[in-house]
């Protein structure tokens, strides 16, 4: 078992109330429970936001660079308990150690660490008037709520809440209910690190306790990742209340691999943009555009590499892919793979359950290609979140772009090409919040994170972000004596 101490933590403790609705976490490789918990309460959601209302404003009185040394203490502490941590996100999600060593704790400790450093240079501007002056202070907007998904669990809930905090305000994180774990550490890390209480609340629960959040009328913003659908509720109910919010969506991101691509990095770009995190990231370049001329020395390699990928037990950093994060995910991928066979891709690998020696329950599924995918196919125009890429074929650069866009969707991109200038000009015509030239699916804590289109509002990570934890006032200061025609 990997219990906490208690479901939620708030004002700067472990807090469980027994009154609240009981639910188990699963270790997705065994089937098995590892933890269990309780949703939040009602008078769990109001003590997180009394506490929470309390801190925030002697937080933000404090100078910048104070509370950057909490962030900065708190990354060394992810870091130096990286494997524990990484552990724990490897049994909550099924992803595989060798990814959660590198990918989970280790970003979350990039942000606080990015976030701490820029925190004492997050200030206004000096607006000379003649012989008046106005200047902008950059002030935090209050109590904010994260919401997180469950395929990057410790990762997203650091993405919000260290620019919420270097920003001056606190946060109340809402974990996914598949994946509540790793939260509660980071919550318990960043206390240890100096964070005063009350500054990062974690509170369990499904969607009921994430639209109370939302609702409360003390929340002055709200940061969601997650799917389309929810995004659309989050972002009605946030409207209500005239907040703020920040939507991390879904996706269906195409990856283009024009005629002078290197091959080897270009299937390395696909693989890692389809089966990382077995297939479970919005970003992920799920439309791999090949042109014709490059098609079947495309297939070959792809399909060769694929089948050599080790799937096994997720704890043995010599696996490569873990299991879906839940049984219900893998139904949902399933049914993806049926309508692929169904409205005629040719399945070139994969597309079943592997048997997984020692681990029989597990929520297995085999890395999938399908060729001949066409536009109007459901396996390319909805997000599968499962190791299933569709390969499509082109010709030329307009079409591409024209296909490429053809989504109601825009959340990343990439493509491969030795051409400085086609890179750039495909790069410039796509839509999409993010664009990888010659790789795929790499997200430093430096640059700036989101959607366009559907796939979501507002930018994680990079110096974007503190606009969206942060709000404008402007001070007008008069020097001389008042003019009045009164
Ligand atoms: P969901 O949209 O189902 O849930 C996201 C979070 O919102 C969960 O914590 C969920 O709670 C909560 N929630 C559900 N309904 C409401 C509501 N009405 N009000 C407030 N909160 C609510 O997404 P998944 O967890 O299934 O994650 C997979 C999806 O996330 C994929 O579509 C993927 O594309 C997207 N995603 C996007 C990313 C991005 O940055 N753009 C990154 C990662 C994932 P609970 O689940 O506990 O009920």
């Keep these: ?3 906490p101490d208690a479901s939620h933590y708030v004002a700067g403790a472990p807090l469980e109330d027994n009154g609240g609705t009981p639910f188990e976490s699963y270790d997705p490789a065994t089937g098995e429970p590892i933890a269990r918990l309780r949703a939040a309460t009602k008078a769990v959601i109001d003590a997180a936001v009394r506490s929470a209302d309390g801190a925030w404003r002697d937080w933000a009185a404090r100078p910048g660079v ?3 040394r909490v962030l900065l203490r708190a990354a060394a502490l992810l870091r130096e308990r990286n494997r524990e941590l990484s552990v724990l996100e490897t049994r909550d999600t099924g992803k595989a150690l060798q990814e959660t060593l590198v990918a989970d704790a280790a970003s979350a400790a990039d942000a606080l660490e990015w976030f701490g450093g820029i925190a004492a240079s997050i200030g206004g501007q000096m607006i000379p008037l003649g012989a ?4 902008t202070r950059r002030e935090p907007l209050g109590v904010c709520v994260g919401i997180g998904a469950w395929n990057y669990p410790i990762q997203i809930a650091a993405w919000k809440a260290a620019p919420a905090l270097a ?3 606190a946060m109340i994180f809402k974990p996914s209910e598949v994946t509540p774990l790793s939260a509660l550490k980071l919550a318990e890390i960043l206390t240890e690190a100096g964070l005063p209480a009350g500054l990062f609340n974690v509170v369990q629960g499904a969607s ?7 609702a409360n009328p003390f929340v002055a913003k709200v940061s969601m990742t997650g799917s389309v659908p929810t995004g659309r509720k989050v972002y009605t109910a946030a409207a209500e209340g005239l907040k703020p919010a920040t939507l991390e969506l879904g996706g269906k991101s195409p990856l283009i691999v024009f005629e002078d691509a290197d091959l080897d990095d270009a299937v390395s770009g696909a693989m890692l943009g389809n089966f990382y995190s077995t297939g479970q990231v919005c970003t992920n370049g799920t439309r791999v555009f090949v042109h014709a001329s490059l098609r079947d020395a495309f297939i070959e390699r792809l399909v060769a590499r694929t089948e050599r990928i080790r799937i096994g037990d997720p704890l043995d950093e010599a696996t490569q892919m873990g299991p879906l994060v839940s049984h219900t995910q893998r139904e949902k991928v399933l049914s993806y793979i049926e309508a692929g066979r169904e409205e005629g891709a040719r399945l070139l690998t994969g597309g079943g359950i592997p048997e997984v020696a020692g681990f029989p329950n597990g929520a297995w599924i085999e890395p999938t290609i399908f060729a001949d995918v066409t536009d109007t196919m459901t396996i390319a125009r909805e997000e599968i979140f499962g190791p299933v890429l569709s390969l499509l074929t082109f010709e030329d650069e307009a079409e591409v772009i024209a296909r490429a866009n053809g989504t109601g969707f825009g959340l990343a991109a990439g493509l491969f090409t030795k051409d400085l200038a086609r890179a750039h000009r495909v790069a410039a015509a796509l839509d999409a919040g993010t664009l990888w030239i010659n790789g795929y699916n790499l997200t430093p ?11 979501g509002l507002g930018r994680e990570n990079g110096w974007a972000a503190i606009d969206h934890y942060s709000q404008v006032k402007s001070v007008h200061v008069t020097t001389g004596s008042v003019d009045c025609p009164y």
């Design 208 to 214: 009921a306790v994430g639209s109370n959040l939302t």
């Design 66 to 68: 104070e509370r950057g």
């Design 445 to 455: 804590v430096e640059i700036p994170f989101g959607g366009v289109k559907a796939s």
């Design 167 to 169: 920003c001056g305000n």
């Design 1 to 3: 078992m990997a219990q």
């Design 132 to 135: 008046d002056f106005a200047y």
